[in-house]
């Protein structure tokens, strides 16, 4: 009985062992038969497999060779004369392949490619959608955590395609054909029509954008990106009679010496997409805030000035009061910071408002008489912390682009005062009506100045206005100071997120939801446990945003989060005119010509080095041989 | 090549009256005539009676993108051709100078330096009529150094003119140089700065730099080279017989 059984199992053994010999044998057969076909699947799907390239891929390069075919055929209809000719063509093609008079041969694979190719390609791109399907639903490899390997080893495949595809120049455009923002090369996308172009509708840069990122990932050269990109695009659908002219206002609310030479790459990247001018403050250029409508003045300057509840709150009125009265006297508001303390002046205002016409004024004058002196002394040196930024001349319309460094870090009150006082003169620009620009408002840790004008009120406001902001931060708990802030930020941000590597992207990856997803349960058997193919599936929801690929994305990687898809890029990197190095690092003489961003006349045939320190101003050496040949002697006084 | 200076020159001076560009281009009037002449057959120039004196002659935006310069074309400004005149004479006189060419001295022009400050940027920034750049292997004592030059044809008022020495001698980045280069406190930019001065405007320069204090021994102040003014305005014949009717 135990010998019959074990006979049984032997021989069941046996069988299925040739069935499965058999089976091979004929996939075989087939494989070798459609061998030029089968060839290209193979080179195809290898192919995809290395560079990472979704089966979509090989189905468009299918496509692609359909004019092939197409030629072909007509040449081979040409050549029998006969309809029946061109049916039989293909047959008669892979025929001579193996049974012609010269069978395999080149001219035999010639003859037969015109069919094997988009038959071949077609066939390998399923062949991957299949792999890529089994893997994903985990049904393929041996292990259930072969799938996480080849995912991953397929993003690093992904990941270097796209930076192959950035190292190109000129590869990514800033505007590409169809008016959209080119932001770099894709990785892998996720509810994301793919493409090899990451690019952005111009749209959503005129919506509110949330851009997270820590230190050295590549936000900053992001932000370029973006700006550059902004500037083209507007200025090419300004040419076109489509839109305004756009308008760029940077607040870069850390400053410091990164911060300028941020102002400087930034300056570079928009000369280089276009812009005519960028002005950098308070550096080089500055506002006015006495520009301002005199209401919007008033409360302006009132709400630089930090005041208190309670007691304080009687002070806070009597400053109004009084600012008031300086600013809306009956000769016009003050034109500058000088002319407005001036006014801050009992005696100035009871002569201002002394024409018999103003009785109530006058007696608001009297009554605050007393306090006028310390009002005046709050704004003295308000407006000395404040430096001569803001007191003009100079406006928004000045520039295309305007980078304005806060000293957040260093002296945050006066920055605070300043982001108060520009997010008004933009607003107070933006509302003037003659102003037909698109604005972008691109702040960069706005939290660490926005005790006095919260984010979310920033938003709400731009909002309004019809201006477009984008918040950066480093981190999460950066976008703003509770998290409810951060959450309204982050929701209403309707032109996308872009998600650096941060150590909790966690919050922002539950915003981009969530998708269904085929998992799969694989049951161990054998005394020696192995994996088999036997086991159930079921479908579960799976964040569209993976926190842990966030927190490992590499320098220059970003996931671009919009209406539940990602969409994981390489951002290519702006390559601008190199700044000129700057001479008092080396040497502490006067500076040479920095180097020009236009022709190579620009360069002086022999740029002016830094002197020596021997050659200090009070030691200069005499030129007066030179100047009196030129232009004769000093003349006496 | 003579040419191809003179249009360069023209180019970075806004435009030039046509005795100064003789004397650029080393020629005569007549010849300088026939260059500015062909300049205009190609497109690369236009000329025109502007002022009293000879024609102006300005490159054309042809002729600016000939010369690879990205500068707004158009002719001089009328209310500036007095100034133009004069830095341009400034300029031919220090060219002309031994020491200059001895010494690889490099004019750059003010409208250059407008250039790379781009737009209406930096609308409080003083920008000085020409700087000369001397190479640090020159042969003259003055190597190494960058000059501002100010012609001064009428006088402002002292103050203003302290302010702008003051700028120019405190000066620490290039004209529309990366932000990072201007340090406060900084090495100057500016060795010395040079006034050419009508004798108008001498006394006000000379009150300003004594002004300045110790700084103020940066600043050399001459007068103007001949021919720097424009040239008074001819009265008509009918308007010269009115005005000696009694």
Redesign the interface.
């Known amino acids: 009985m135990i010998w019959r059984w074990l006979r049984l199992v032997a021989v069941r053994g046996a069988l299925r062992l040739l069935g499965r010999v058999l089976r091979a044998a004929v996939v075989a057969a087939l494989v070798i038969a459609a061998a030029p076909a089968s060839l290209v699947a193979a080179i195809g799907a290898a192919l995809a497999w290395l560079r990472g390239w979704p089966p979509a891929r090989l189905y468009r390069a299918a496509l692609w060779c359909l004019p092939m075919v197409a030629v072909w055929l007509v040449a081979t209809a040409i050549a029998t004369r006969s309809a029946s000719g061109v049916a039989v063509a293909p047959y008669h093609a892979w025929l001579s392949l193996w049974h012609g008079a010269h069978p395999a041969s080149p001219a035999a694979f010639a003859a037969i490619a015109p069919v094997a190719i988009p038959v071949g390609l077609a066939a390998g791109g399923l062949a991957w959608a299949y792999r890529i399907r089994s893997m994903g639903t985990g049904t393929g490899g041996l292990s259930p955590d072969a799938a996480v390997s080849f995912d991953l080893r397929q993003w690093r495949h992904q990941a270097r395609s796209a930076r192959a595809r950035i190292a190109a120049p000129g590869a990514i455009p800033l505007t590409t054909r169809d008016g959209s923002l080119g932001a770099g090369a894709v990785i892998r996308t996720v509810g994301h029509p793919g493409g090899p172009i990451a690019s952005i509708p111009y749209p959503r840069m005129r919506s509110h954008q949330v851009v997270i990122g820590t230190t050295g990932t590549g936000k900053t050269t992001l932000l370029l990106r973006l700006w550059a990109g902004f500037m083209a695009t507007a200025l090419r659908r300004h040419a076109a009679g489509q839109g305004r002219l756009p308008l760029l206002v940077v607040l870069d609310c850390k400053g410091g010496?990164d911060a300028?030479?941020i102002?400087?790459r930034a300056?570079?990247a928009l000369?280089l997409a276009g812009a005519?001018?960028?002005?950098?403050w308070p550096?080089?250029?500055?506002l006015s805030l006495w520009a301002l409508p005199p209401a919007q003045l008033t409360t302006t300057l009132v709400d630089l000035i930090e005041h208190g509840t309670g007691a304080a709150a009687y002070y806070a009125d009597v400053m109004e009061a009084v600012v008031g009265l300086a600013v809306e006297a009956p000769g016009g508001p003050p034109a500058s910071a000088a002319d407005f303390l001036a006014r801050l002046d009992p005696g100035w205002l009871t002569m201002a408002y002394s024409s018999g016409e103003h009785e109530a004024e006058l007696a608001l004058v009297r009554s605050a008489g007393r306090q006028t002196g310390d009002i005046a002394l709050r704004f003295r040196t308000l407006l000395r912390r404040l430096g001569?930024g803001l007191d003009g001349?100079?406006g928004f319309g000045?520039?295309?682009a305007w980078y304005c460094?806060l000293e957040g870090t260093a002296e945050i009150s006066v920055a605070e005062a300043q982001a108060r006082a520009i997010v008004d003169i933009l607003a107070s620009y933006a509302t003037a009506g003659r102003q037909d620009r698109e604005i972008l408002l691109a702040v960069d840790e706005f939290s660490a100045v926005s005790r006095r004008l919260p984010v979310w009120q920033l938003y709400e406001r731009a909002r309004s206005l019809g201006l477009a902001v984008q918040v950066s931060a480093q981190s999460w708990e950066g976008l703003a100071t509770d998290e409810d802030e951060r959450y309204r930020i982050a929701a209403t941000a309707d032109g996308g997120i872009w998600l650096l590597r941060t150590p909790h992207p966690e919050p922002v990856a539950a915003l981009a939801g969530t998708r269904k997803v085929t998992e799969t349960t694989r049951q161990l058997t054998g005394r020696i446990a192995v994996w088999s193919h036997r086991g159930t599936s079921r479908l579960r929801l799976d964040p569209v945003v993976d926190p842990a690929l966030i927190r490992a994305l590499d320098v220059g990687q970003a996931g671009y989060i919009f209406r539940g898809g990602v969409t994981y890029l390489q951002v290519k990197r702006l390559v601008t005119v190199p700044?000129?190095v700057?001479?008092?690092a080396t040497s502490?003489?006067?500076?040479?010509?920095?180097t020009?961003p236009?022709?190579?006349?620009?360069h002086?045939?022999?740029?002016?080095?830094?002197?020596?320190p021997a050659?200090a101003?009070?030691r200069?050496?005499?030129?007066?041989?030179?100047?009196d040949?030129?232009?004769?002697a000093?003349?006496a006084? | 090549m003579r040419q191809t200076e003179g249009l360069l020159f023209t180019a970075e001076m806004y435009g030039v009256q046509l005795d100064q560009l003789a004397a650029a281009l080393g020629v005569g009037e007549a010849r300088a005539r026939t260059i500015a002449h062909r300049w205009r057959g190609q497109r690369y120039a236009e000329s025109a009676r502007l002022g009293p004196g000879g024609p102006w002659t300005w490159v054309t935006r042809a002729g600016l993108a000939a010369c690879g310069l990205r500068y707004t074309a158009g002719p001089p400004a009328l209310g500036r051709l007095a100034h133009i005149r004069a830095v341009t004479a400034v300029r031919l006189a220090l060219e002309a100078a031994p020491g200059y060419v001895a010494g690889g001295g490099y004019w750059r022009s003010e409208r250059r330096l407008r250039a790379r400050m781009g737009g209406r940027v930096g609308l409080r920034q003083h920008i000085p009529d020409g700087e000369v750049h001397w190479p640090d292997s020159a042969a003259v004592a003055w190597a190494g150094e960058c000059w501002a030059i100010e012609a001064e044809l009428t006088p402002k008022t002292t103050s203003r003119t302290v302010a702008i020495m003051r700028e120019l001698l405190t000066r620490t980045g290039d004209y529309g140089c990366p932000a990072a280069e201007i340090v406060a406190g900084g090495p100057p930019r500016h060795a010395r700065v040079i006034y050419l001065c009508a004798p108008a405007a001498r006394p006000t320069v000379a009150r300003a730099r004594e002004a300045l204090g110790s700084p103020g021994a940066r600043v050399e102040i001459r007068l103007l080279p001949p021919g720097a003014e424009l040239p008074s305005p001819v009265p008509r014949r009918g308007a010269a017989s009115r005005q000696a009717t009694p």
């Open positions: 010496a300028r030479r102002a400087d300056r570079r000369r005519r001018s960028t002005a950098i550096d080089e250029a500055s001569g001349p100079g000045d520039a295309d460094i700044a000129a700057t001479p008092a502490p003489g006067p500076a040479t010509p920095a020009p236009q022709a190579d006349t620009e002086p045939p022999a740029p002016a080095p830094a002197p020596s050659r101003p009070h200069l050496p005499d030129a007066s041989s030179l100047l040949d030129a232009f004769g000093e003349p006084p």
